[in-house]
């Protein structure tokens, strides 16, 4: 079981620290800076460290393909009601969105205690931003072979979890990623019945893509958008 333990404390409303470690030997402090003010910073803060310590600063050495395996020990009771969808906190859904889809089934328990945390006198806190428009997002980024960077939504993960015939995989993000990494990938044409309808969906249909290869009965449908970045909406089966 890979586990990860945070304790965030508020220092403004802008700014909280986050205490964090993944066990005796591997541990820190994170100084976390939102670009703007709440009154429940500390919430937002952890979050944003949870997701920065997950795929960025990859504390396991490792990208987690999803939730199985992991354990959050947080110290926001919010946190675990927003991966289980029963929280009110709407201001917090979206900085929450990977608890529900990248991290999808990871266990998480609730605790304040701080006894296998850093000390501050003895640990220089790594300060980062959390900047809305980075760790608010409803997707996670991955880079694959054939499509190069792409943005995956909750959306495609929960249509692709739905739709496949030989049944739901146990991890439905790690499953869909490795059927996106097939090197084979490539555009295949759409019916002109499917871009009507995308068209009247989406405002327009010159920025649809549809991605598959010849031996795969999966269509991904692709999303360029104004930045020319590629997001993928939803999956179906032929």
Excluded at 9 to 35: C, H, M, P, Q
Excluded at 57 to 86: H, Q, W
Excluded at 100 to 112: A, P, Y
Excluded at 167 to 184: D, E, F, Q, T
Aim: hydrophobic share 40%; proline share 4%; net charge positive.
């Amino acid at each position: 079981m890979m586990a990860l333990t945070t304790v965030s404390e508020k220092i403004d409303d802008s700014t909280a620290r986050v205490f964090w470690a993944t066990g005796l030997k591997n541990s820190g402090i994170l100084d976390v800076s939102l670009d703007f003010a709440h009154e429940d910073c500390a919430l937002l803060a952890e979050l944003i460290a949870l997701r920065y310590l997950l795929f960025k600063k990859k504390v396991f050495d490792r990208e987690p393909g999803g939730g199985g395996g992991y354990r959050l020990t947080v110290s926001k009771g919010a946190i675990k009601k927003l991966a289980n969808k029963k929280s009110s906190k709407k201001h917090a859904f979206k900085f929450s969105s990977f608890l529900t889809n990248r991290m999808n089934g990871v266990e998480i328990k609730v605790s304040q205690a701080k006894t296998i945390m850093p000390s501050i006198d003895d640990c220089e806190p790594e300060k980062i931003g959390g900047e809305k428009g980075v760790y608010a997002q409803t997707f996670d980024e991955i880079t694959v072979p054939a499509i190069g960077r792409l943005f995956v939504t909750q959306h495609a993960v929960d249509q692709y979890q739905s739709r496949i015939s030989s049944g739901a995989p146990k991890n439905p993000w790690a499953s869909l990623v490795k059927r996106l990494s097939h090197p084979s990938l490539r555009v295949f044409p759409l019916d002109p019945r499917v871009l009507a309808h995308k068209a009247r969906k989406y405002g327009r249909s010159d920025n649809v893509e549809a991605w598959s290869h010849p031996t795969s009965s999966f269509i991904y449908l692709v999303i360029r958008n104004d930045d020319n970045e590629r997001v993928l909406v939803t999956v179906f089966e032929l």
